[in-house]
């Protein structure tokens, strides 16, 4: 798209300067000052009668154009908005509106209604045919040219689009407010700020060359030249260079034997031939040696032995090889601990040859307990590591107590230490019984034996002991709740009514599936102690929302006081307001 020449104007006055000094440029579009005032609320506006004028300038024909066209010019531009603006330049007499049947609406801008007739623009007329009173400005038309691209419309389908960015740089909306800055009126674009195009004070500032545009829009990094950007800056682009090499080509299995013309037993394109060396199976396997063809015979073995070994299933049992023999260690900084043997078995399991010895040893039942007793446990290990070889006090071996023997009667019985069992140990006993703990028995002396005075006092006795937390009456009701007995244990030094009180609740309860958790949820809020203030009885606003005699006004007055009082205040202003608007017998029975 060339840009066409605007004709110079013949007569003097017949454009204003505007209000700024911003120096005329060479190639413009000419736009009335009264369309920038009139429609300085729509900078839409403007710029599609922008774009209108700048296509007439150079097909001097009317436009064909669609809504549709103008949203891929403006990609920031709406359906509606452009809708509106057409709509509005028609309305207000600065588009001519020309129907054609099968084919786009065409435009053609004016200069307006002279005299109730609009004036259209004229290609071959000075000024483009516009009146003498009509002022008009100069509008740069690289705005549209290279800040958003050059539309080439189409009769029948969308129009293309010609831009030297991947995005514009401007908008229509920025295009019509640049014209209101040239007539001096207040703008807001964010986009004419950013290229600086405007100053602080939103007057215009002539537009840079289209080479500084463009290194502007190579500095971005959202945003890039096209093909067309770079040729209009003169950089040469060179042609993509064709695929270099060779593509593999892959053919599927069933066409091997067809395409590539090869047959079975071939090898570096020589016959299989018989030689001295040669295995006898498969010099019988080949039919013709002059042909190279392996018999079908000796095919299916070969098949079976290529790619296949022999597995030895040995080596994929570990659980059944033999145990890996250790070197015996060193001594360690802290001795071999005397001539003890070192045991080197795992203290969870049994070897194989244990339980084949105990066997043997107690006639070959397999008795566990027997296992057990023969074999010595972990304490006994450690007591004997514990006490050196040259100690005369330590017991031989056989000396030591077994496991089995139980202490003598007269020895105090002694904490037994914890004990590590294998995997063949019995099950540990269940805890005891918990027991109130009495006075152990004392020897008595002659003079205890003998019998009292009948002067002597009595002796007091002895106080009774306090019954354990787990046997008192909640916690014993909880148990036959069925709540746990450690949970109940917890629980036992609530009272008993509160227990009851607590598991009627539950029974009152409807959709409860765990009665018993239930109640232990609701006894863990509650506090041990009972002894916190009632909470106050609640008062119902019934009696003011149904009083017959007041106003809706009174009504909401009450109410909010009523709402915003404590609950403890509530009484007396319900009393408060029963005497002043007392209520009838059969009103007061509903409150």
Excluded at 110 to 119: E, K, M, P, S, Y
Excluded at 349 to 368: M, P
Excluded at 387 to 403: G, I, M, N
Aim: aromatic share 4%.
């Amino acid at each position: 798209m060339s840009a066409y020449p605007t004709p110079q104007s013949t007569t003097p006055n017949h454009e204003r300067p505007t209000s700024t000094t911003v120096p005329q440029p060479s190639t413009y579009v000419m736009l009335p000052r009264r369309l920038i005032e009139d429609l300085r609320d729509s900078p839409a506006a403007i710029g599609v009668y922008s774009l209108i004028g700048r296509l007439f300038l150079v097909t001097g024909q009317p436009i064909q154009l669609s809504i549709g066209d103008l949203e891929a010019f403006d990609p920031n531009l709406s359906y509606g908005a452009g809708r509106r603006a057409i709509d509005r330049l028609v309305a207000a007499g600065w588009l001519q509106r020309h129907a054609e049947v099968g084919e786009k609406f065409s435009y053609l801008p004016t200069w307006g209604r002279v005299n109730g007739l609009l004036i259209p623009w004229d290609r071959t007329a000075p000024q483009l045919g516009c009146p003498r009173h009509v002022h008009t400005i100069r509008l740069n038309d690289q705005l549209l040219d290279v800040c958003i691209g050059r539309l080439r419309p189409h009769p029948f389908h969308r129009a293309m689009v010609e831009r030297y960015m991947s995005k514009p740089l401007l908008n229509l909306r920025d295009i019509g407010a640049y014209g209101m800055a040239l007539l001096g009126l207040p703008i807001k674009s964010s986009n004419l700020h950013h290229l600086r195009l405007i100053d602080a004070y939103n007057r215009p500032k002539p537009l840079p060359d289209t080479y500084t545009i463009l290194a502007f829009v190579s500095q971005s990094s959202t945003n890039q030249l096209t093909l067309a950007g770079w040729k209009r800056l003169g950089i040469p682009l060179t042609h993509p260079k064709p695929f270099e090499g060779q593509a593999m080509l892959v053919i599927p299995k069933e066409l091997i034997g067809t395409v590539l013309d090869i047959e079975i037993g071939l090898q570096g394109d020589k016959p299989i031939v018989r030689t001295e060396d040669s295995d006898p199976l498969l010099d019988q396997g080949i039919a013709d040696p002059t042909a190279g063809v392996i018999d079908q015979g000796i095919a299916d073995p070969i098949a079976g032995v290529i790619g296949s070994f022999e597995l030895d299933e040995t080596s994929f049992s570990p659980l059944e090889r033999t145990k890996t023999v250790v070197d015996q260690p060193t001594s360690g900084s802290h001795g071999d601990h005397g001539n003890l043997p070192i045991h080197r078995e795992s203290t969870t399991t049994v070897s194989a040859n244990a339980i084949s010895e105990c066997s043997a040893e107690h006639g070959g039942g397999g008795n566990a307990d027997s296992l057990i007793a023969t074999m010595p446990t972990e304490d006994q290990n450690s007591e004997a590591h514990a006490a050196p070889a040259d100690d005369p006090t330590r017991a031989p071996a056989a000396e030591l107590p077994s496991a089995q023997e139980p202490p003598p009667s007269k020895q105090p019985a002694a904490a037994n230490p914890r004990k590590r069992y294998g995997l063949l140990a019995k099950p540990a006993a269940p805890a005891p019984v918990y027991r109130a703990p009495t006075a152990p028995e004392q020897p008595t002396s002659p003079a205890e034996a003998a019998p009292a005075s009948p002067t002597a006092p009595e002796q007091p006795s002895s106080p009774a002991l306090p019954v354990a937390p787990r046997d008192s009456p909640s916690a014993k009701r909880l148990r036959q709740l069925g709540v746990r007995a450690d949970v109940a244990a917890k629980l036992a030094t609530r009272s008993l009514d509160q227990v009851e009180r607590v598991i009627a609740q539950a029974d009152n309860q409807a959709g409860i599936r765990d009665r018993a958790a239930w109640v232990v949820s609701a006894l863990r809020a509650l506090p041990e102690r009972e002894d916190a203030p009632a909470a106050p009885q609640k008062v119902s606003e019934r009696a003011i929302l149904l009083h017959p005699k007041i106003s809706g006004y009174e009504r909401m007055r009450w109410l909010n006081r009523f709402r915003n009082a404590d609950a403890a205040k509530r009484p007396e202003i319900l009393r408060e307001f029963l005497d002043l608007y007392p209520l009838e017998q059969n009103h007061a029975s509903t409150a």
